[in-house]
């Protein structure tokens, strides 16, 4: 995912969300280019890891070129252009009782509980989503 600072995205996925720093690499050259589509791009790249891996999240701070398009602010999680990356927890209060003392933006007003009649359809029984400090949707959920 795109960010603005390593800096901060590192702050709230490793602080808040548990996440641990795997990697970190500066990407530049004709691989980059080709890769992103852009010319004569640079791009520190961070790997977080959650407790249990794989999959993980991948920060891409663009050094060059500059002027990106930052997330709209009042975009909402019905808007054809919505993305969320879901996270699965274990205990989804005390991750949300962490994202409320770090400040985050909340979508839902807070944990939502899933009927039972749409749980095994979803596969999970509690949610919440937050954004993260560049604006991307993150989805909690507690199987």
């Not at 603005?4 to 490793?14: M, Q």
């Not at 663009?62 to 252009?81: E, H, I, M, Q, V």
């Not at 969320?84 to 991750?95: G, S």
């Not at 009927?115 to 029984?125: I, M, P, T, W, Y």
Request: aromatic share 8%.
């Amino acid at each position: 995912m795109t960010v603005d600072s390593t800096e901060n995205s590192t702050l709230f996925y490793r602080d808040v969300l548990g996440f641990e720093v795997a990697g970190v690499t500066f990407n530049t050259g004709t691989t980059q280019e080709v890769l992103d589509g852009l010319f004569n791009d640079t791009c520190l790249v961070s790997a977080m890891m959650p407790g249990s891996a794989p999959p993980h999240v991948e920060f891409l701070e663009y050094k060059t070129p500059p002027g990106g398009r930052p997330n709209l602010a009042d975009s909402k999680a019905n808007d054809f252009w919505h993305w969320q990356t879901t996270l699965v927890t274990k205990d989804i209060q005390a991750v949300t009782d962490r994202l409320r003392g770090a400040g985050a933006k909340f979508v839902t007003p807070g944990v939502v509980t899933i009927s039972r009649e749409h749980q095994a359809q979803l596969g999970f029984k509690k949610a919440v989503m937050v954004r993260d400090p560049d604006g991307h949707a993150i989805r909690l959920v507690e199987e």
